[in-house]
């Protein structure tokens, strides 16, 4: 029996045997997959969705992807319910689809996905850490692009900065864990103008714990960006604003995921589960198309 699968590096998952564990390389970290640590939990009298999800530290739209029963928002005391070891996705996986397939579908890592369903080869459901279930969305955000794209014209600065850290899971310069970053961070003295990345309404202006100073913007087909770490914010709270109009200036207020100043970018989109983060480098594209 050969334990072994390529992906992409030799691994031995959950069965490796001590003779095929001289064999090199070593398997990275392939431990239990995420699905496998899956736990149960009763709901007792008393609870709601929202108690469930804090005490797990999980997303509320995590639980309802895991479990049809919570999809109304309520929670059926004595219902048996999965809870994930993290947020994201479950998802079915059709025959010949490649972790790579996966991987440019919800904008995670390849290898990390690999790695969070235990080295499996062949997956017939796996977990998607991060991706956000939504009743109107199942892909969790991707590449929606022609007419959205067309609301998001304008990139936030006045040229293109390099990303300091990217959108997904990703190890931030200043911790040693892996986290979920909502937004990107591009690089960009204190000071620069920050411009709205299309017409809309702004939803908030102000100090906002970690985001520091905070300009919220709702666009049309239920889109939002937001700018954060702001040194000064040049709008105020349901004020139009144009594609281009100068929200406010980068700076380093808040908690930054690093020290050079930048800005922390996000766009999201509006489901039935709140505000829900996507990768903003899909709309790089249509942005420096208009770029002026
Ligand atoms: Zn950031």
Redesign the pocket.
């Known amino acids: 029996m050969n334990l072994r699968f390529w992906f992409p590096v030799l691994c031995l998952g959950l069965s490796m045997t001590p003779s095929l564990a001289a064999d090199p390389p070593q398997p990275r970290s392939c431990r239990q997959s995420a699905l496998s640590r899956v736990q149960r939990h009763t709901i007792a009298p008393g609870e709601t969705l929202a108690s469930i999800a804090r005490q797990y530290d999980l997303l509320e739209s995590t639980l309802m992807g895991m479990n049809p029963a919570l999809r109304n928002g309520t929670a059926p005391v004595g219902t048996a319910i999965l809870i994930p070891p993290y947020n994201g996705i479950r998802v079915e996986v059709a025959a010949g689809t490649t972790w790579q397939d996966l991987a440019d579908r919800y904008n995670v890592r390849a290898d990390t996905l690999f790695e969070v369903n235990g080295c499996q080869a062949n997956p017939t459901v796996a977990f998607i850490p991060g991706a956000n279930w939504s009743p109107l969305e199942q892909t969790g955000g991707g590449t929606r692009e022609g007419s959205i794209a067309q609301i998001l014209s304008v990139y936030p600065l006045p040229s293109e900065s390099p990303v300091l850290?990217e959108y997904g899971w990703v190890l931030t310069p200043r911790s040693s864990e892996v986290v979920f970053?909502s937004?990107?961070?591009l690089l960009a003295p204190v000071g620069t103008t920050v411009e709205s990345a299309g017409a809309g309404t702004v939803a908030f202006a102000g100090e906002q714990g970690i985001y520091g100073n905070l300009v919220v913007i709702n666009h049309s087909e239920g889109r939002q960006t937001r700018y954060?770490h702001l040194e000064t914010i040049a709008v105020r709270v349901g004020q139009p604003v144009e594609a281009g109009t100068p929200v406010g200036t980068v700076g380093q207020t808040g908690t930054?995921?690093t020290d050079e100043p930048?800005l922390?970018f996000e766009v999201r989109y509006n489901s039935e589960l709140g505000w829900v983060a996507e990768d903003p480098a899909v709309y790089w594209r249509s942005m420096s198309a208009a770029r002026r």
């Open positions: 850290v970053h937004g990107v961070d954060a930054p995921d930048h922390h």
